[in-house]
């Protein structure tokens, strides 16, 4: 039942699913660069352990996509907050920032077969991008230098990325996108932050105050977790440390 009522999504929302998927390519050709030419020196898994260690790291960002925290007091009731980003993040600390993107993309592929979408895929997307716009940079910079403190300078540069470009972003191109694809007059999502902070005015406002905030402490949760982890999880599954 998912499974069709995802491809009727799929048809009504094309253009939207295109600009997803070429989003995606472009995202997987500046990590693949980056590897190229910043880590020549890492050392590669066999292609059959690559994909096993991804598809489980996939799979467990997969499952926390369905534990969904909603911040009231930040933002309206559609902006939840998820931990899918941790399995992700470790990944990418792992394996490289090319497997990171391709991770966060089959951890929304696999949530949208199992659950379909609310949001006409633009939550989805959001998730991604955003997603993303931690776990590359944050994987570029510790895979050129393997240790604790460049990890925890990579965490920090992630999330002011993603606190940055989530904000930019949703004022640009989602919120207008789910007013469109969703059906729902753009003043009224408006209305619904301005119900949480009374300073929101317009986008712009709302993603200053309400989604800024939001990706903020997403990302020092999300960091203050995959800290402690990633080095555990390595070691216990045989990755290279």
Same mark, same amino acid.
């Given at each position: ?18 600009? !997803?998927?070429?989003?995606? *390519? ?7 660069? &980056? ?10 898994? %066999? ?7 991804? *598809? =489980?790291? *996939? ?31 470790? &990944? ?25 979408? $609310? $949001? ?13 716009? =931690? ?8 895979? %050129?230098?393997? $240790? ?56 712009? %406002? ?10 903020? !402490? ?7 977790? $995959? ?15």
């Amino acid at each position: 039942m998912n499974l069709k009522k995802l491809l009727s999504d799929f048809r009504e929302n094309i253009a939207f699913v295109l600009v !997803i998927v070429g989003v995606f *390519a472009g995202l997987a050709l500046v990590a693949w660069l &980056c590897e190229r030419f910043l880590m020549k020196d890492r050392r590669k898994l %066999t292609p059959a352990r690559y994909v096993a260690y991804m *598809a =489980m790291f *996939a799979a467990l960002a997969g499952a926390l996509m369905y534990i969904e925290i909603p911040m009231v007091f930040l933002a309206p009731d559609f902006y939840k907050l998820d931990f899918s980003e941790i399995p992700v993040l470790i &990944c990418a600390f792992s394996m490289g920032p090319t497997a990171g993107v391709v991770c966060e993309f089959l951890k929304i592929m696999l949530k949208l077969l199992l659950k379909g979408t $609310t $949001t006409a895929f633009v939550g989805d997307f959001a998730n991604f991008a955003v997603g993303c716009s =931690m776990v590359l940079p944050a994987s570029v910079i510790y895979n %050129t230098r393997r $240790t604790f403190k460049r990890a925890v300078v990579a965490l920090v540069a992630g999330g002011l990325a993603m606190t940055v470009f989530g904000s930019l972003f949703n004022a640009v191109y989602l919120i207008p996108a789910f007013a469109t694809l969703y059906g729902v007059p753009l003043e009224t999502i408006i209305a619904m932050a301005q119900a949480v902070n009374s300073h929101v005015s317009s986008v712009t %406002t709302m993603a200053a105050l309400c989604v800024a905030p939001f990706n903020l !402490i997403k990302a020092v949760l999300v960091s203050l977790v $995959t800290l402690p982890l990633y080095k555990r999880v390595k070691k216990l599954v045989r990755l290279d440390a």
